[in-house]
């Protein structure tokens, strides 16, 4: 690939972006389609986006929506979970920071442990980072967060064999697609104890899912270094076939676009940014926007989460934007599960896994959605329709036992207006 096409494109991107012509006057005017380097990149404007807040309901983002129950094996339980991927067929807890991973069937049952921590074949030596459920060909592929190492199990539990990258990978991201194993991860020199990694000569790998050999490579662009590891990158892969990329650094504005990845031709292709000036907007009581993060929800939804923060400097709560990109028009939102009373979908929690490969996914133990139920009847808003909802949820919750999880296929695009 180009490397200086690409940087020319971001800078492009970042700067001037004000003198791009767009694709006409559909839409309210705060999302705006441009074309930068010859690829379609949408536009959100911050200071358009429409005022006050609307209520989406979690069904006109998902269907078949379920309770799964996990069953409460004794090796089952739940500690601190990172993320839940599910499947057809499976649901696969990645946990945070060092249990094992842990694979369940759709109905909750408790199947097994797969690999472990440690320094042997097979097992990864620091948290869990990344997880992939091959379900055609039975396989699973799981990542860590310091290592050069991708490790392949069946879904029957044994260790098959391992990938090894040529260099560290870094807080990776894989994304399978016609037996082609990509990985983006964050590229940066740092110290990890009295071991020091050089700076990564790649962003992007590529491997034979088959035989492990690697195909392709692509050096990172400049400004696509991380600063320091400490730092992140999101990949929700929610749009079939998409493997979508987001770095971000708190307080650099230039890790503020979400890209698409082509896989095919090795690119990385800006899809997705956002003009603002947050550290200006105030919203009292006194409280201060900081910088978005992207996720794209289907084929044309994108949720923006934007931190506020108090005049101390703790993050107080997350905002939504959501960006509808077909019908270029943009929102503040609040999106309540009307499928369980119309509680709030983003509690106390961490929003970062909830929308995730395909699905809306939420775990939570017993007792904290039991007080999430006491919360949501107590308010004034909640009709005799949701208190039955919620009554005859609350009846089915037991104390110490494993965790319940919400589970809805999100839908593919959205056919309706939802503002």
Known sequence: ???????????????????????????????????????????????????????????????????VQLESHEDAFLGDVTTITVTENYIGVRPFPFDNYKLFDRSGKFLRTISKRGRGPGEYPNSLYDDVIDEKNGHIYLTNMSTDRILVYGITGQFLKE?????????????????????????????????????????????????????????????????????????????????????????????????????????????????????KRYNPPHRVY??????????????????THRPDGWVDYWEIIAIDINSKTSSWVNIKNDFVGNIDVFQKRNFRGIFHKGYYVYSLQPEELMEDIEERLAERTCTEADREILKQTLSKLKEGTNDVVFIGKLKDEIKTKLW
């Open 290 to 307: 900081d910088k978005p993060i992207f996720f794209q929800l289907n084929k044309n939804l994108i949720l923006a989460f934007i931190s």
């Open 1 to 67: 690939m180009n490397v200086n096409h690409l940087k020319i494109t971001v800078i492009l991107l970042i700067f001037l972006l004000g003198s791009c012509t767009g694709s006409g006057t559909q839409g309210d005017g705060s999302v705006e389609e441009v074309t930068v380097g010859g690829n379609k990149v949408f536009v959100c404007h911050f200071d358009k986006v429409k005022s006050g807040t609307v209520t989406i309901p979690l069904s006109s983002l998902v269907e078949n929506f379920e309770i």
């Open 163 to 279: 990938i090894v990258a040529p260099q560290f990978l870094g807080k990776n991201k894989m994304f399978l697609s016609d037996g082609i194993l990509s990985v983006a991860h964050a590229p940066k020199m740092f110290q990890q104890g009295s071991r020091i990694y050089e700076e990564a000569d790649a962003l992007l790998f590529q491997f034979d899912a088959n035989t492990g050999k690697m195909l392709e490579k692509l050096v990172p662009p400049e400004h696509l270094i991380l600063p320091k590891f400490g730092e992140d990158i999101y990949s929700a892969q929610n749009v079939p076939g998409v493997f979508d990329f987001f770095p971000f650094y708190w307080g650099i504005k230039q890790y503020d676009t979400l890209y698409h990845i082509d896989v095919k031709k090795n690119k990385f292709l800006p899809f997705f940014t956002m003009k603002y000036d947050l550290a």
